[in-house]
């Protein structure tokens, strides 16, 4: 069975809309298996998790690794939302509320990265949502970051919170409130 693969957009969002790496880290990510100079249409998940890594072990070095994917996820959505494919689901986004934003987080997720199981979102009470994610290979702070991220672009006016609960090898909780 082969290893699942993403789309090529999530790369440019991050590497090249959002990052721009200095040499150092276009080397990195070239030995990873993710040249910018010859970008393919799409890539292993692997691949994707590895070329997080070393950009947050080159840009966030000095933050615990929770806290530096959750800012990789943060600048991710800045990028992402640049390209062509970002820019047509912004529009929408903006109009918005953020429990449906939340609700769409599946259907989102499945597009993007097809591996990634989203469980349908349950509200736990006013203002608070758990989304159960089943993913072989985790990145929780970084989905977080991208919540976080994508809340600014909604009809949302108030600080958004995520939380990671329910961690284990076979997924974790992403609880969202504000």
Do not use: C
């Amino acid at each position: 069975m082969s290893e699942p693969a993403i789309d090529a957009a999530l790369f440019e969002g991050m590497f090249v809309r959002a990052l721009r790496p200095d040499d150092a880290l276009r080397a990195q990510l070239k030995e990873i298996g993710f040249d910018l100079d010859r970008m393919q249409p799409r890539y292993p998940v692997s691949v994707w998790r590895g070329a997080l890594d070393a950009a947050r072990r080159r840009l966030f070095a000095d933050r615990a690794e929770e806290r530096g994917f959750r800012a990789l996820g943060n600048l991710f959505i800045d990028g992402y939302f640049e390209t062509i494919i970002g820019k047509v689901l912004a529009i929408p986004l903006k109009l918005m509320s953020i429990d449906r934003v939340i609700q769409n987080i599946p259907k989102s997720w499945k597009a993007a990265r097809p591996d990634l199981h989203v469980d349908p979102p349950q509200r736990e009470g006013p203002q608070r949502w758990r989304v159960h994610f089943v993913d072989a290979y985790p990145l929780p702070g970084f989905l977080a970051g991208v919540v976080e991220g994508a809340s600014r672009r909604t009809s949302l006016r108030s600080e958004l919170h995520v939380d990671i609960e329910r961690l284990d090898e076979r997924g974790f909780d992403l609880v969202i409130r504000w």
